[in-house]
């Protein structure tokens, strides 16, 4: 009996997990507004609001897992680095970089 209830919540969770894994049109949303909380100067702001989507769509990839996504944008050519994240439960979190 505890190994069925075991099986089912398993499966509750992955259906939970499958069903908040956030897609790329929210990590692109969610990618710009950091941008430009970390953006110091309007010009930077006004640019972000008009072309940054694209901007962050073109440098990032991604990596589904069913129950999670690893997005990474790499936007080292326009001096902002490279940020890897891992969407799970509709949220971002942010893995940290190493800088070599």
Same mark, same amino acid.
């Given at each position: 009996?505890?190994?069925?209830?075991?099986?089912?919540?398993?499966?509750?969770?992955?259906?939970?997990?499958?069903?908040?894994?956030?897609?790329?049109?929210?990590?692109? =949303?969610?990618?710009?507004?950091q941008a430009?909380?970390?953006?110091?100067?309007?010009?930077?702001?006004?640019?972000?609001?008009?072309?940054?989507?694209?901007?962050?769509?073109?440098?990032?990839?991604?990596? =589904?897992?069913?129950?999670?996504?690893?997005?990474?944008? =790499?936007?080292?050519?326009?001096?902002?680095?490279?940020?890897?994240?891992?969407?799970?439960?509709?949220?971002?979190?942010?893995?940290?970089?190493?800088?070599?």
């Amino acid at each position: 009996m505890k190994r069925l209830v075991s099986i089912i919540l398993l499966i509750v969770v992955i259906f939970v997990l499958s069903v908040t894994n956030p897609g790329r049109p929210k990590y692109i =949303d969610w990618i710009n507004q950091q941008a430009m909380d970390k953006s110091s100067n309007l010009f930077e702001k006004g640019i972000l609001s008009l072309a940054g989507e694209s901007i962050f769509d073109m440098g990032t990839t991604q990596s =589904d897992y069913l129950i999670f996504t690893v997005y990474s944008t =790499d936007l080292s050519e326009v001096g902002m680095g490279k940020v890897t994240s891992i969407g799970v439960f509709n949220k971002f979190i942010p893995l940290p970089t190493s800088k070599k």
